[in-house]
């Protein structure tokens, strides 16, 4: 029963293996909607209000940035971060990074789009170059001059469009998700190659937790010192690719004990005995959900990652390292339970006492 599912388990791996080398191929060979030509488009003829409300040139960090019909920038306009609503008109560049441009208006000048979804309304104008780089373009018929237009976009689709910085976001999602599948794949290894070890740090840690999160954090701590010194000494260079591999190693140990725990202790709570593999694999799915989830909402779940890392650090990463010495690399518990003494045996040989 467990080498088949093993064997279903690798499979699930091997298929999103598959999945994530196809998919950015399938995405490049889409045929993209062909672009109407700006030499076919007529400069549309830019109106005048009665009188121009003039403003200097408009700078935003984390805020949103709106140009009305009647307004006139006399400068750039940039925005990091937000929201860029141009309608009126800018006689200088434009740049967006990390947000969202919607142009209805003119610019003179370029206009750069870094890691921001771009929508271009009919009738807008942009005397400049027009560079977007890892966004999508909406373009439903604006005029550029001289068709300047530099587009170099992401091979992964963007989550969370319209949200800042959603395609920084979606970047760093999709990171995780290769590593998380690294992780799942070498968590199969492990669980095939050394069940016993995984079984043993799995019933230490109840009794050791405490004390392998403490162990795990003065190893990560001397690790970091040792490391600065042998990059200081340069002799000592390749002993820190070593010692790095050799931490990934323990920790990736550690963790399917600890998963394997969390997972077993689930399966109880529901009154379901669970294998080997089925408990690693429910301890490791919060911690998938709880890496991957936060990276969905713009800026507000970057900061919400970055925390929900560093608890996901203190509860599994350095616990499993303490785990791994404490037992050893899972050869031997630290604590074992105690012995329950067996009850005397009577000696059928010896002379039953007379009933009184």
């Known amino acids: 029963m467990a080498r088949q599912t093993m064997h279903y388990l690798f499979l699930l791996g091997l298929a999103w293996v598959i999945a994530l080398c196809a998919f950015p191929a399938a995405l490049a060979q889409e045929t993209p909607e062909p672009a109407v030509p700006s030499d076919s488009i007529e400069k549309p003829a830019v109106p005048r209000p009665p009188a121009w409300r003039y403003l200097n040139e408009q700078v935003s960090i984390l805020g949103n940035v709106h140009i009305d019909e009647d307004q006139y920038v006399q400068g750039q306009v940039v925005c990091i971060g937000g929201d860029a609503s141009i309608d009126g008109h800018v006689d200088d560049q434009v740049v967006v990074i990390g947000g969202s441009l919607h142009l209805s208006g003119t610019v003179e000048g370029q206009v750069v789009a870094l890691l921001s979804q771009v929508t271009l309304d009919e009738g807008a104008v942009i005397e400049g170059e027009f560079i977007t780089i890892g966004g999508p373009v909406s373009d439903a018929g604006a005029f550029l001059h001289g068709d300047q237009r530099v587009n170099v976009p992401l091979p992964y689709p963007i989550i969370g469009k319209g949200r800042p910085f959603a395609a920084i976001s979606s970047l760093i999602a999709w990171f995780k998700s290769g590593q998380l599948l690294i992780m799942f794949l070498f968590l199969l290894l492990i669980a095939a190659v050394a069940p016993r070890q995984v079984v043993t740090i799995s019933e230490e840690a109840p009794a050791s937790f405490p004390l392998a999160l403490l162990i795990g954090f003065l190893v990560e701590v001397l690790l970091v010192v040792v490391n600065i010194i042998l990059v200081l000494s340069v002799i000592g260079i390749p002993l820190v690719f070593l010692l790095v591999i050799g931490e990934k190693i323990v920790k990736m140990v550690g963790r399917a004990g600890l998963f394997h725990y969390y997972g077993d202790r689930v399966g109880r709570g529901f009154n379901r005995q669970m ?34 890392h560093l608890l996901l650090v203190v509860a599994v990463d350095w616990p499993a390292i303490g785990l791994f010495f404490l037992t050893r690399g899972g050869n031997r518990r630290r604590s074992l339970p105690a012995a329950t003494p067996a009850a005397p045996i009577a000696d059928p040989a010896a002379p039953q006492s007379e009933q009184t």
């Open 275 to 308: 294998s080997l593999l089925g408990a690693i694999c429910l301890g490791f799915l919060p911690f998938a959900l709880l890496t991957i989830l936060p990276l969905f909402f713009g800026v507000f779940g970057l900061i919400l990652g970055i925390m929900t």
